[in-house]
């Protein structure tokens, strides 16, 4: 039985819109909303957050624990040692990343990642042309070990958990879904990293509520109509 765990990035030192994780979106902390989103997937066996020691991430703790997920605490520079550290305690065979700020992380997306990498028996698979906030990446845990235990690793690899994948492309195999849309619309974004990302992220979710989408689930609502690219 494969086993496919979820790890959400989340701390708030963010440096360009500090505490942004914690921001309220329709009742909801932009973590929640994340982590909600997750949950909607078939794919996900189990959720972590993953956040740093310092005391500030105190919160993050508490609202993953609140939310009925797990939550792992480790370096706050060294990001990769936390998913590894994920990847041993929960014997996962599969690992998704998410980030904290992308509460439209299109959950179909992780699901068709891991049916990707599981058909094709690959170790990274990824999105292309796809709104930059609605895509995750998904790995095999193993080779991810892999990498952690390189003599040549960076800073830069520490920080950027996937980065060794997309850097050394000969070494593993790797495949980048790029036509779930009919139309590119990578110039399309939904991350929240400013005010005014956090304000059209409010704007957005009013418009989902008030078109009751079933759970929030599908990006597919707001790139037909429009509502991303008309804002």
């Not at 989340?10 to 909801?28: F, Q, W």
């Not at 605490?73 to 998913?83: D, K, T, Y």
């Not at 990343?97 to 439209?104: C, E, G, K, Y």
């Amino acid at each position: 039985m494969v086993k496919v765990v979820c790890v959400i990035q989340a701390r708030l030192s963010s440096s360009r819109l500090p505490g942004k994780v914690m921001l309220n979106i329709e009742g909801k902390t932009l973590l929640e909303r994340v982590i909600d989103r997750v949950k909607i997937t078939n794919s996900v066996d189990e959720i972590y957050v993953a956040t740093s020691i310092n005391r500030e991430d105190d919160l993050v703790e508490e609202i993953a624990l609140q939310s009925g997920v797990k939550c792992f605490r480790g370096s706050l520079e060294n990001v990769l040692s936390r998913f590894t550290s994920i990847a041993s305690l929960s014997n996962a065979d599969i690992l998704v990343r998410v980030t904290a700020d992308n509460p439209l992380t299109e959950p179909k997306l992780i699901d068709i990642g891991v049916r990707t990498l599981l058909d094709s028996n690959l170790d990274y698979v990824g999105f292309k042309n796809t709104p930059i906030g609605a895509a995750s990446e998904v790995f095999t845990a193993s080779t991810l070990l892999e990498i952690n235990d390189r003599t040549d690793l960076t800073e830069h690899n520490l920080e950027h958990v996937t980065s060794f994948y997309y850097q050394h492309m000969d070494e593993f195999q790797i495949k980048y879904i790029e036509s779930y849309y009919d139309i590119d619309v990578s110039n399309l974004s939904i991350t929240v990293d400013t005010l005014g990302d956090y304000v059209k992220m409010v704007f957005l979710y009013k418009i989902l509520k008030t078109n009751s989408v079933e759970d929030l689930k599908y990006m597919d609502y707001l790139i037909v109509n429009g509502s991303i690219s008309t804002y």
